[in-house]
Antibody, heavy 124, light 107 residues
Framework: QLQLQESGPGLVKPSETLSLTCTVS??????????WGWIRQPPGTGLEWIGS???????YYNPSLKSRVTINVDTSKNQFSLKLSSVTAADTAVYYCATSDYSNYGPYNWFDPWGQGTLVIVSS | DIQMTQSPSSLSAFVGDRVTITCRAS??????LNWYQQKPGKAPKVLIY???SLQTGVPSRFSGSGSGTDFTLTISSLQPEDFATYYCQQSYSTPLTFGGGTKVEIK
């Protein structure tokens, strides 16, 4: 059974780059069966999809964040990562990694399972 | 982007009540609609996928219906552990988008 765990700094300064890693256990990130995604949730508000990646490197990003986001896969470590550049206080959120089943057409499925989430605060 | 609008944004109900939450998409999404439950401090958990399919392990009191633009999540008999926030999500096209959430509270 797949399990996901986020890790990374809990505090990032404005204008710097937020970097998070999601470690996958119970399965291979190189599996052809899954997309790997990032979703965030600002405190007290709703959910925002950031982007998803396939093990081959194909990526799908939310256009609202696309200019600042990079998602990569590291198959040697069974991890995938998120980098969000030029952060502001508006990027303060709980960041979740999650997986969705593969579809020929793209990451067009539900997310299950999710990691527990990690809170990232943007502040000087 | 496809906008997902949930109603109500919050509701109060008694244990044992039948509860209905609606989700409307700004354009047709066929049956590409998923429902999640989120409890405080926890990650969302999928309840229903593809509008009406019950995720393995989810109690049968949860059900989903709808297609096109209008969808419904029903809890047939609300249990104490069901007090949480519920989100819909469309998986028809990117960017994948979520509804604003419905908080279900104890009356």
């Amino acid at each position: 059974q797949l399990q996901l765990q986020e890790s990374g700094p809990g505090l990032v300064k404005p204008s710097e780059t937020l970097s998070l890693t999601c470690t996958v256990s119970g399965g291979s990130i190189s599996s052809s069966s899954y997309y790997w995604g990032w979703i965030r949730q600002p405190p007290g508000t709703g959910l925002e999809w950031i982007g998803s990646i396939y093990y081959s490197g194909s990526t799908y990003y939310n256009p609202s964040l696309k200019s600042r986001v990079t998602i990569n896969v590291d198959t040697s470590k069974n991890q995938f990562s998120l980098k969000l550049s030029s952060v502001t206080a508006a990027d303060t959120a709980v960041y979740y990694c999650a997986t969705s089943d593969y579809s020929n057409y793209g990451p067009y499925n539900w997310f299950d399972p999710w990691g527990q989430g990690t809170l990232v605060i943007v502040s000087s | 982007d496809i906008q997902m609008t949930q109603s109500p944004s919050s509701l109060s109900a008694f244990v044992g009540d039948r509860v209905t939450i609606t989700c409307r998409a700004s354009q047709t999404i066929s049956s590409y609609l998923n429902w999640y439950q989120q409890k405080p401090g926890k990650a969302p958990k999928v309840l229903i996928y593809s509008a009406s399919s019950l995720q393995t392990g989810v109690p049968s009191r949860f059900s989903g219906s709808g297609s096109g633009t209008d969808f419904t999540l029903t809890i047939s008999s609300l249990q104490p552990e069901d007090f949480a926030t519920y989100y819909c999500q469309q998986s028809y096209s990117t960017p994948l988008t979520f509804g604003g959430g419905t908080k279900v509270e104890i009356k």
